[in-house]
């Protein structure tokens, strides 16, 4: 219990410290919001308004539900835990979280956590505004939705243990920015939420498909449309649950060779 006190303590400080720089995190939504305007925008044009073309098997209805969901996914999660990870272990002050009672890997989700409800209040706000102009998306049956809730669920640890993964490069590297766009470039075109990985040649897709990356949009995204109903959105997010549990055992395995590199000189 004692634990559990202390991990909601770190996510209450990260909700605090979203709301100090809330014009950071307004810049960062921001930024996500104009790419879903923009999408909206260019698909509506390739796909007419609703008179049956369909590109990939994908018609304006549908696109237009995939965008909202590739919105909400890349909403959630911000840059704000990776830079403040990334500056305490680059600047040595990771040894003074190293030395409080709790997990590390399990606090940073907690802070990571933190800051979700604030993200998810913002999603609502712009994906009304989107559906307010752009019309209401169909939802999916019951069972579908339930699927669907429950990837959006796990789409926020296995979004963390991404980054977390990427972030520990820093005790070999202090070059985070560089490493941060190459991991935003490549989860944004294999999780699908730049096109959908329909769009992709056969081989790729596929890859994509059944690598972790597509847990971070195309799951959700794909079974919102009704493009993956039934066994196929379970196999789905079954694939998603276990790459988070395979990723967060490596992340631990990870953990334990960069200890080996952190030296803190101090007086």
Same mark, same amino acid.
């Given at each position: 219990?004692?634990?559990? #006190? ?15 720089? #809330?014009?950071?995190?307004? /810049? ?15 698909? #509506? ?22 965008? /909202? ?50 993200? &998810? ?7 009304? /505004? ?11 049956? &019951?069972?579908?939705?339930?699927? =669907? ?81 039934? #066994? ?8 998603? /649950? ?12 990870? =953990? ?12």
């Amino acid at each position: 219990m004692k634990a559990y #006190r202390a991990y909601r303590a770190h996510a209450r400080a990260a909700a605090l410290s979203a709301l100090a720089y #809330r014009g950071s995190f307004l /810049l960062a939504l921001g930024g996500t919001a104009f790419q879903l305007i923009a999408l909206l925008a260019v698909w #509506r044009v390739l796909l007419g308004n609703g008179d049956g073309a369909r590109i990939g098997g994908f018609d304006w209805p549908h696109m237009r539900s995939y965008l /909202l969901v590739a919105f909400a996914t890349g909403a959630l999660v911000g840059g704000f835990v990776d830079f403040r990870m990334s500056h305490r272990i680059r600047s040595g002050l990771v040894s003074l979280d190293l030395v409080k009672p709790v997990d590390y890997q399990r606090a940073r989700l907690w802070e990571c956590i933190g800051g979700v409800w604030i993200e &998810a209040l913002a999603i609502v706000v712009v994906a009304g /505004l989107a559906v307010l102009f752009s019309g209401p998306p169909q939802l999916p049956a &019951a069972p579908e939705f339930g699927l =669907f809730a429950l990837s959006m669920v796990a789409l926020v640890p296995l979004k963390f243990v991404v980054s977390y993964l990427t972030t520990l490069a820093c005790f070999w590297t202090e070059n985070f920015v560089g490493l941060l766009w190459s991991r935003q470039a490549l989860t944004g075109l294999l999780s699908g939420a730049l096109v959908p990985l329909a769009f992709f040649p056969g081989w790729l897709a596929t890859a994509a498909q059944w690598s972790p990356f597509a847990g971070l949009t195309s799951t959700p995204a794909l079974i919102f449309v009704g493009q993956a109903t039934g #066994r196929h959105a379970l196999l789905l997010v079954a694939v998603q /649950l276990g790459w988070l549990a395979l990723l967060w055992l490596a992340a631990r395995a990870l =953990f334990g060779r960069a200890l080996r590199r952190l030296t803190v000189h101090g007086g």
